[in-house]
């Protein structure tokens, strides 16, 4: 008929694949920490070295702390012989107390992080969601790069949830 309805169908087909192999990480930390104090210290991406054992340094391009539009260069450790690799974070939503949206390009990788903070009686929420894909042909470890990224964020999960003073239901 004309109406391109399964090129539409292949074309979400292959979304809904390629979402499924991409490296993706989840984790939910209940703190004492206001959604103020909360967002203040995630939005400032300097703070990562101190909870993800996996980053070896960060600093600050453009912006001072957290805000709409701030830089950060993000040295992680690299997988296994791999050398470390600094990405450049950007900044591209920053909704205090609330949301924030960072993402980092890089010839190898793309890493889109979506931090929310929710109030919880005198504390609040944080949920740390991260997607990880390799870029270009190198796509194709994707999956790979799923199975790794399951460890990884163990590890940075339990540094997060140390960092804001997690409560335990």
């Known amino acids: 008929d004309g109406s391109g309805g399964d090129g539409l169908r292949s074309a979400r087909t292959l979304e809904a694949i390629e979402g499924n192999l991409m490296a993706h990480y989840v984790t939910t930390v209940r703190t004492a920490k206001s959604p103020q104090e909360a967002f203040a210290y995630m939005a400032d ?100 790069l799923r199975l790794v990224f399951g460890q990884i964020g163990d590890r940075a999960a339990a540094g997060l949830r140390r960092a804001l003073g997690a409560q335990v239901d």
């Open 45 to 144: 991406l300097r703070n990562l070295a101190e909870w993800d054992p996996g980053v070896k340094a960060v600093r600050q391009i453009e912006g001072t702390g957290g805000g709409p539009g701030n830089v950060f260069d993000v040295t992680v450790a690299g997988l296994g012989p791999s050398p470390d690799l600094t990405l450049r974070y950007v900044t591209e939503e920053y909704d205090a107390p609330r949301n924030l949206l960072v993402v980092a390009r890089s010839t190898v990788f793309t890493s889109i992080d979506r931090i929310t903070v929710a109030p919880d009686g005198t504390g609040s929420v944080v949920t740390y969601d991260a997607d990880l894909r390799l870029n270009g042909v190198l796509r194709v470890g994707d999956l790979g």
